[in-house]
């Protein structure tokens, strides 16, 4: 028998601790089950493949102020003396910095824009200018088609000339062109034509927030500035070396510039990500202490209630109640209100789930973890009263004869 009734007349009784525990076991579920799975959701956020081999990889610019070179002819200068640093695999003056957060998008289709006549799809990707070296020096591997020729490269300070080419992202060319057929083929940024002459397998864009995270364009153009970025790759065992001469060996070469912005590719990833890194930190918090209040909670009411019934359990125990059923008791009442508490948690959890969908643009939330933080705070629950109703069945007959 597990004596329903006589729990359910005992909770009557003490009707404010119950709904209050109730409440925060559902508050618990509730909270718990989401934040569990932003976790996990951010978690694989931070851990997804970016194509590049990162700790190999650093980047910096360079703020040109003086005004008797050609910046075209200087970058070429200093991207042959990058290159030959012992530990330097390859170098390239590039537009923009996969990963960094910041750089270039549009949308680019297969047909013209002002052939108004002909509409045709259109694929949002980010680009990049480079050149040959470009796909060395970011680490990715084509899986079609071939790398620039040098006679490809378009190296000006105006646009009168454009490249014709470009190497896309596996993903970029899967969407824009979803029959199977887009190497060999032309796409549009703007009127400018394109055609895709190699397809790299993960090559991540400047954002990995971004709707499209991989989808990028590199096109073979070298339009240096006052201000370039340029990106390094090095052994891994020496680029932290390779990175404390990138300054003195520049400034030597032409002392006409500053270095700025000097960082490895996984620090500014890592920058870039900072947002998502501390909510994860502040979420298992929150997780931590809702459980342990919760076990807390439990805890106290189940001491409580002990302390209140000790003559009531005093007297069970010399009508003969054995030691388990005290403990059974105790276990059956916390389950009963613990049980409660989760049918309510877990319909807020789907309703509060819907509603960060909504507002917040994040992802559905897997009813599967309901269930796992329903069943996690259910042993939480009944191991926390089993210390209190141990004490309750070790409660001497003798107190049923004394005053309480």
């Known amino acids: 028998m597990l004596e329903i009734k006589p729990i359910f007349n005992a909770m009557r009784r003490s009707k404010a601790g119950a709904i209050m525990l109730l409440i925060q076991i559902a508050i618990t579920t509730a909270i718990v089950s989401n934040a569990s799975f932003i976790i996990y959701d951010r978690v694989q956020y931070l851990q997804q ?40 695999i390859n170098a ?36 990049t200018y480079g050149d ?31 490249p014709t080419v470009a190497i896309v992202s596996k993903t970029f060319l899967e969407e824009i062109f979803p029959e199977g057929d887009g190497l060999g083929q032309t796409i549009y940024l703007g009127d400018m034509p394109l055609k895709i002459i190699g397809v790299v397998g993960k090559m991540m864009g400047p954002w990995l927030k971004d709707s499209r995270p ?22 891994p065992e020496q680029r932290a070396q390779v990175m404390g001469q990138i300054e003195d060996i520049l400034l030597k070469e032409y002392d006409q510039r500053v270095v700025v912005n000097l ?49 009531q359990i005093g007297t069970r125990r010399a009508l003969g109640a054995r030691k388990s059923a005290i403990v059974r008791y ?40 309901i269930g796992m933080t329903a069943i996690f705070v259910l042993v939480v629950s009944l191991l926390s009263v089993l210390v209190p109703a141990n004490r309750a069945a070790n409660i001497s007959p003798s107190v049923a004869t004394r005053s309480i």
Do not use: W
């Open 214 to 235: 991989d989808n990028l364009i590199v096109i073979p153009f070298v339009n240096a500035g006052v201000y370039q970025k340029v990106l390094v790759r090095a052994d």
């Open 92 to 127: 390239v003056a590039m537009q923009e910095i996969p990963l960094s957060g910041g750089g270039s998008a549009s949308s680019f289709g297969i047909n013209p824009t002002s052939d108004q006549g002909r509409q045709g799809r259109e694929v949002r990707s980010a680009y």
């Open 49 to 88: 493949e970016t194509g590049y081999p990162e700790d190999e990889i650093f980047h910096f610019a360079v703020q040109t102020f003086g005004k008797d070179v050609d910046l075209s002819q200087q970058f070429e200068l200093t991207e042959t003396t990058l290159r030959n640093i012992p530990g330097v």
């Open 330 to 369: 105790f276990m059956v009442e916390n389950g009963i209100i613990c049980i409660a508490g989760l049918v309510i948690g877990s319909a807020a959890a789907v309703y509060m789930g819907t509603a960060l969908l909504e507002h917040y643009s994040l992802p559905a939330l897997d009813h599967s973890y």
């Open 132 to 162: 040959e070296h470009a796909l060395e020096t970011m680490g990715v591997d084509l899986i079609e088609g071939r790398n620039f020729n040098q006679n490809e490269v378009i190296i000006a300070q105006n646009r009168d000339v454009l």
């Open 263 to 311: 960082n490895g590719m996984d620090e500014s990833k890592r920058r870039y990500n900072a947002s998502d890194i501390l909510m994860l930190r502040m979420l298992v918090v929150l997780i931590t202490v809702l459980v342990l209040v919760t076990a807390l909670g439990i805890f106290g009411l189940t001491v409580f209630n002990i302390n209140k019934r000790t003559r």
